[in-house]
């Protein structure tokens, strides 16, 4: 089941994605996908653990999200 969410408003800050994903982690998700506007990021735990991501809003790189959660074992 892919956790969803949907910024509305102001870009959110990569902080703030992440923050959504955790709360999704935290509910059992492993595939996400984080938008705002027209922008998407999309984020998917492969099986052995490793993080895949895509997409992008504003500056926020869902392959750059993928690899810092990789680095820091999310």
Do not use: C
């Not at 099986?47 to 809003?57: H, N, S």
Request: glycine share 14%; no cysteine.
């Amino acid at each position: 089941m892919i956790y969803d969410h949907y910024f509305d408003g102001r870009k959110p800050s990569e902080n703030q994605v992440i923050q959504a994903i955790k709360r999704g982690l935290k509910e059992g998700h492993v595939q996400f996908e984080i938008s705002w506007g027209e922008n998407m990021v999309t984020l998917d735990r492969q099986a052995g653990g490793r993080w895949a991501g895509w997409g992008w809003i504003k500056n926020i790189s869902g392959s750059d999200l993928a690899d810092q959660f990789n680095r820091e074992g999310i």
